[in-house]
């Protein structure tokens, strides 16, 4: 089953489950802000995309945390920021039978159909 995690807000992750609706892909919608995500599973999402691609730095929730908290981060440090603030999670992220992509790109929309 395809698990994506995303914000029930973001206009990509709506953009996403539509698409997925459309070509009538089963899928599991969560709103990891309403439900949480724990430290487990950003970890295995990190662990398959990097660490790089999964935190969102651009953003302004990551403008929002103080600085003394996002300062000098290591994995574990990042991982569990992102728990705490699922927003700084980069979206929308799709699990697939532990296959893990981040984004909606043409190349994902493709894995996704297939």
Not at 4 to 32: M, N, P, Q
Request: charged letters at 30%; a positive charge; hydrophobic letters at 40%.
């Amino acid at each position: 089953m395809l698990t994506v995690y995303g914000l029930k807000k973001c206009s990509t992750c709506r953009e996403a489950t539509s698409f997925l609706k459309e070509k009538g892909i089963e899928h599991r919608f969560i709103d990891v802000r309403a439900e949480g995500i724990d430290t487990q599973t950003v970890a295995r999402m990190a662990d398959a995309v990097g660490l790089a691609t999964l935190l969102n730095r651009r953003g302004l929730m990551w403008r929002h945390i103080p600085v003394d908290e996002r300062s000098d981060l290591d994995e574990a440090g990042s991982i569990a920021l992102m728990a705490r603030y699922p927003a700084l999670i980069k979206r929308p992220v799709f699990d697939r039978d532990g296959t893990v992509k981040v984004g909606f790109s043409p190349e994902i929309k493709d894995w996704l159909a297939a």
